[in-house]
């Protein structure tokens, strides 16, 4: 932070502590000579997902910046239109109506029971941006390299192919191939892409996970599927809570992969939870600043 032309060592200090509780309790007045730039990692979830709107709603509505996104599966989906500028009202609307032919075609094969090409068209809906230079903001969709083992993050080019491909949920969806790689849905290497948003140079991150719900026996080839790759991660979710400033949660384990009907009860779940949490982000946000205007120690 840029110090005063003359002030008090004591006066510069005061007046850098105002400022820094007037932001945190959300003071509207509150200036900040240098802001930390705010990532927002949206995990995947099929239609758990549309809990992201709500989380984005919470945050609109606390005045809390959103300068990087990063996605995964739904999450790439829900971070694509937002950057694209869709209004979260539009984006609830068009969820409300939303099935499983929207986006797949039953087209079974040795590698997948479905194609996700509808899935270009269904992003149309949203907005007419295709590639990620036109969103309004950085968005960085996390996919699986199926044969590598790594996560691939695209930020630049076309955004249907990494999008596509980051919703490709293995043995339900065909793997796209793209980029000289087999990609698959990015939640087999970042179920929650936290590092999705440092890489793009966010400061403070936030986490949105999404828990499955496991109340009812599964009914489908796709619950059965769906649920074992979920124990696997729930073993394997130690680095991206470690790597994010703030998790938020919604309760959405009473909803299940295609329950897009219930898209106004999943809303609220995920406005609630970052309600909650609006205060945490707060004292992240602040936190932040207040390292950054640390007077350095005279040697």
Same mark, same amino acid.
């Given at each position: 932070m840029a110090m005063p032309d003359s002030p008090s060592t004591s006066g510069w200090l005061s007046a850098a502590a105002n400022k820094l509780r007037a932001f945190a309790y959300g003071g509207e007045n509150a200036v900040l000579a240098k802001r930390p730039r705010v990532g927002i990692a949206l995990a995947g979830g099929f239609a758990r997902g549309i809990a992201h709107i709500g989380v984005l709603r919470a945050l609109r509505a606390a005045k809390i910046p959103i300068d990087f996104v990063s996605g995964t599966s739904v999450g790439a989906l829900i971070g694509a239109a937002y950057c694209g500028g869709t209004t979260l009202e539009e984006m609830e609307r068009i969820g409300m109506a939303t099935t499983f &032919? *929207?986006?797949?075609? #039953?087209?079974?094969? #040795?590698i997948g029971l479905a194609t996700n090409q509808r899935l270009e068209k269904y992003l149309a809906r949203f907005t007419p941006a295709t590639t990620f230079e036109e969103l309004q903001i950085p968005l960085a969709i996390a996919t699986s390299d199926l044969n590598a083992g790594i996560t691939v993050y695209y930020s630049h080019g076309p955004i249907a192919p990494p999008l596509r491909a980051s919703c490709s949920y293995p043995g339900l969806f065909v793997p796209i191939q793209f980029d000289g790689r087999m990609l698959? *849905?990015?939640?087999?290497?970042a179920p929650v892409p936290v590092e999705g948003c440092f890489l793009q140079g966010a400061d403070v991150v936030i986490a949105v996970h999404l828990e499955p719900g496991n109340l009812e026996p599964p009914r489908t080839f796709t619950d059965v599927l769906s649920r074992s790759f979920n124990i696997i991660q729930?073993? &394997?979710?130690? &680095?991206?809570? =470690? =790597?994010? *400033?703030?998790?938020?949660?919604?309760d959405v384990e009473k909803f299940v992969w295609d329950d897009f009907s219930k898209t106004p009860e999943m809303v609220a779940a995920g406005e609630a939870t970052a309600l909650a949490a609006i205060p945490q982000i707060r004292a992240a946000i602040a936190n932040f600043v207040d390292k950054s205007t640390e007077k350095p120690v005279a040697k």
């Open positions: &032919a *929207d986006f797949g075609r #039953w087209t079974p094969s #040795w698959v *849905d990015g939640f087999l290497t729930r073993h &394997a979710d130690v &680095a991206w809570r =470690q =790597q994010a *400033d703030v998790v938020i949660e919604p």
